[in-house]
């Protein structure tokens, strides 16, 4: 867990361990990271199952703490022995939450709530007095994953201001969607630095449209599952599904046996690839002897000929975003999907960061669009539309 959100064992001290996010390597979102290592070790301890022979007078428990703050790093010890060390009031701080955390919790302070508020589900402990630290400390409970992929989804909750200086890309977009209505499918590549509003352009675009009839899907690439094959699709799927963690895998393949007939999919076909994409075993629809390859390939093709399907019952608006952390596997399916765009009423939308460099050859109905920063008046009057929104 710790290494799947690439954080650092800096120590091992008795049966604690001393873990750092944002060393050796920073991410943008290394409080996300550190909250979310944390649940999901509290997540394993309650699922961990010891040998029969191994008795314990009390079930194995986990407390965990976090705070983000300043620190220097650098090699500490002697000729023989050399570490690199965290120094500074941070580790402190997050080694006397740990203390104070019940069993099977995670503790973050003020600091690291702030970074992370809107991803996760918390609840404030209060303020309370650590060893050596001269203020009371703002405690929180982290309870779980709210369910927000980006940070422009927690930004939604809180409300946005009106878009301010986008009316050529507005109009742009707009002119691309109605072609897909007449039947002429259109890809737009939306490309922009971090925060300079492509979520937002798509968001109020969406809004637009939301009164004509169509269906609209969305997912993203996320940068903890680079190397996870088709992960934006297996979590699309997931949430058109609507599986819940509580359900059984019975339950989930019954979803997704009704989802599939609704399709007209042949079940003996279609469902082993789809349960082994959805990591589901399943007796009734044995899966036929495929080398992985070939496996690949087919389940490409399933995930796009149920696009395909959707896209005949009415336009069809896909949204993916940040293709800067997609893996090989889903790039090489969007170059099959934006073969068949042309004809299908099919308008995509693909997002990404400038150091990203799409893959596909310029084709008629591909539409880059670099979204430039805002001039210093429209800039001007974003701030003044947000002050007033918070007054």
């Known amino acids: 867990m710790i290494h799947h959100f690439e954080g650092y064992i800096a120590r091992y001290v008795g049966d604690a361990l001393l873990v750092y996010f944002g060393y050796p390597v920073a991410h943008e979102d290394d409080a996300q990271r550190a909250v979310g290592t944390g649940l999901g070790i509290v997540g394993a301890m309650h699922g961990l199952l010891l040998p029969p022979s191994v008795r314990l007078p009390q079930p194995l428990q986990v407390r965990i703490g976090i705070h983000t703050g300043l620190v220097v790093v650098g090699e500490m010890g002697g000729r023989d022995y050399r570490e690199a060390m965290a120094l500074g009031e941070t580790p402190n701080i997050a080694a006397r939450l740990q203390g104070l955390a019940d069993p099977d919790t995670v503790a973050m302070s003020a600091a690291t709530h702030r970074l992370v508020e809107g991803f996760f589900a918390c609840h404030n402990l209060g303020p309370r007095t650590l060893k050596g630290v001269s203020m009371p400390v703002e405690v929180y409970q982290a309870l779980g994953e709210s369910g927000a992929q980006s940070r422009f989804e927690v930004a939604v909750t809180a409300g946005l201001t009106p878009l301010v200086g986008r009316e050529q890309e507005m109009g742009l977009l707009l002119e691309r969607w109605e072609r897909t209505k007449e039947g002429a499918g259109q890809v737009v590549l939306l490309s922009g630095e971090t925060g300079i509003g492509k979520s937002r352009l798509v968001q109020v675009l969406e809004e637009r449209a939301a009164e004509e009839p169509h269906a609209r899907l969305e997912c993203r690439c996320s940068p903890y599952y680079q190397n996870s094959a088709l992960y934006p699709l297996i979590d699309l799927l997931q949430r058109v599904l609507q599986f819940?963690?509580?359900?059984?895998?019975?339950?989930?393949?019954?979803?997704?046996?009704?989802?599939?007939?609704?399709?007209?999919?042949?079940l003996k076909d279609s469902v082993p690839l789809f349960a082994s994409l959805l990591s589901l075993l399943t007796s009734r629809f044995p899966f036929p002897l495929l080398t992985p390859q070939k496996q690949k390939e087919k389940t490409q093709q399933a995930v796009l000929a149920w696009l395909l399907k959707e896209a005949e019952k009415e336009p069809l608006w896909l949204t993916v975003e940040d293709l800067h952390w997609a893996d090989p596997s889903t790039l090489e399916f969007l170059g099959l999907l934006l073969d068949q765009v042309p004809t299908a009423l099919m308008f995509v939308v693909l997002t990404f960061r400038p150091e990203f460099i799409p893959p596909w050859a310029s084709r008629s109905h591909l539409t880059p669009l670099v979204l430039g920063r805002l001039s210093r008046t429209q800039a001007e009057v974003a701030v003044c539309r947000h002050q007033r929104d918070l007054a």
Not at 244 to 266: C, H, I, T
């Open 244 to 266: 819940a963690r509580e359900e059984s895998p019975e339950e989930k393949l019954g979803k997704l046996e009704r989802w599939l007939e609704s399709y007209d999919f042949d």
